[in-house]
Antibody
Framework: QITLKESGPTIVKPTQTLTLTCTFS??????????VGWLRQPPGKAPEWLAL???????TYSPSLRTRLSVTNDTSNNQVVLTMTNVDPIDTATYYC???????????????WGQGTLVTVSS | SYVVTQPPSVSAAPGKTARITCEGN??????VHWYQQKPGQAPILIIY???DRASGIPERFSGSISEDTATLTISRVEAGDEADYYC???????????FGPGSSLTVL
């Protein structure tokens, strides 16, 4: 059974750096086609994809947030860490990590998701 | 950038069929995934690659796709199906995973 859980601060001040950790079990990021995605969902809005790290170490980021995001992989601890710099109140959202995979020649899907963690950006 | 649209709300009586659409230019050329989100919960994957049901998802949920529209069909709707439903695609030109705005299903 695949499970994921996000952890990190619940409140961050504007201009600070947000660091979130995703701890997962039930799969290995060493396995071909496996990935971990980060997504967020502002209150009352649709999910927004942020980043995706693949089993082979490749990473991809949302074009609009690429300059502020970084994702790293700690395979020894089954953790993936998302860093977002220079946060703003508009970044207030529930942040999710999710298992991701794909069929050869096709795009990734996301599931299951972690329970999410609400991050508020406020001074 | 690529845009997908969904009706904000859909309703159906118990036992009837609900259809939720996801429209986008030549969406039939992409892979469409569908997610269900109940209040206070994380989204769950229900349909992937247009028509495949995710593990544990009832057969009442099905997906279809045409040139410009993907459709999630929920047969024999139940009260427990009340949720927000999101479609998701990948835009290859920008390497961007895009979610639709979501459709809220109300069971009458």
């Amino acid at each position: 059974q695949i499970t994921l859980k996000e952890s990190g601060p619940t409140i961050v001040k504007p201009t600070q750096t947000l660091t979130l950790t995703c701890t997962f079990s039930g799969f290995s990021l060493h396995t071909t086609s496996m990935g971990v995605g980060w997504l967020r969902q502002p209150p009352g809005k649709a999910p927004e994809w942020l980043a995706l790290i693949f089993w082979n170490g490749d990473k991809t980021y949302s074009p609009s947030l690429r300059t502020r995001l970084s994702v790293t992989n700690d395979t020894s601890n089954n953790q993936v860490v998302l860093t977002m710099t220079n946060v703003d109140p508009i970044d207030t959202a529930t942040y999710y990590c999710a298992h991701s995979s794909f069929r050869l020649g096709h795009s990734n899907w996301f599931g299951p998701w972690g329970q999410g963690t609400l991050v508020t950006v406020s001074s | 950038s690529y845009v997908v649209t969904q009706p904000p709300s859909v309703s159906a009586a118990p036992g009837k069929t609900a259809r939720i659409t996801c429209e986008g230019n030549n969406i039939g050329g992409k892979s469409v995934h569908w997610y269900q989100q109940k209040p206070g919960q994380a989204p769950i994957l229900i349909i992937y690659y247009d028509t495949d049901r995710a593990s544990g998802i009832p057969e009442r949920f099905s997906g279809s796709i045409s040139e410009d529209t993907a459709t999630l069909t929920i047969s024999r709707v139940e009260a427990g199906d009340e949720a927000d439903y999101y479609c998701q695609v990948w835009e290859s030109s920008t390497d961007h995973y895009i979610f639709g705005p979501g459709s809220s299903l109300t069971v009458l």
